[in-house]
């Protein structure tokens, strides 16, 4: 499994993305990850277009590889199913401005 991380500024500049953008293929599906560090100094890790997928960790990079597992769970468990998988618009979720938001490649 490989993925591209793509640093985005919580700024207006950020939310211009194209909306249909997060498939890039059959196989390659494009991820919203917003990460927020909690009071305990763990990371809390939700994707934005895929509802009810995240993840935590005690730092960022395990919390990312961890929702990177879900994600893959995820789409591999729609998939199989048959069903279409229920990506959201990312653009209309609320980002805390403590947040960090990136956009990730996930293959499948």
Same mark, same amino acid.
């Given at each position: !499994?490989v993925?591209?991380e793509?640093d985005?500024k919580?700024d207006? *500049? ?10 890039? %293929? %059959?196989k390659?599906?494009r991820?919203? $990850?917003?990460s927020?560090? *909690?009071? #305990?100094?763990?990371?809390s890790?939700v ?5 009810g997928?995240?993840?935590?960790? #005690?730092t960022?990079? *395990?919390a990312l590889?961890?929702?990177n ?6 789409i ?5 199913a048959?069903?279409? $998988?229920?990506?959201r618009?990312s653009l209309d979720a #609320? !980002?805390?401005? #403590?947040?960090?938001?990136k956009? $990730?490649l996930?293959?499948?």
């Open positions: !499994m993925t591209v793509m985005l919580n207006a *500049e950020s939310h211009q993305l194209e909306q249909c953008a997060w498939t890039q %293929s %059959s390659s599906y991820c919203h $990850i917003l927020v560090r *909690e009071e #305990d100094c763990s990371y890790v994707v934005l277009n895929l509802p997928v995240g993840s935590c960790g #005690d960022e990079e *395990e590889r961890n929702a597992e879900a994600v893959c769970g995820a591999e468990s729609y998939l199989a048959g069903e279409t $998988i229920p990506w618009n #609320d !980002m805390p401005d #403590d947040a960090r938001h956009w $990730i996930v293959h499948v």
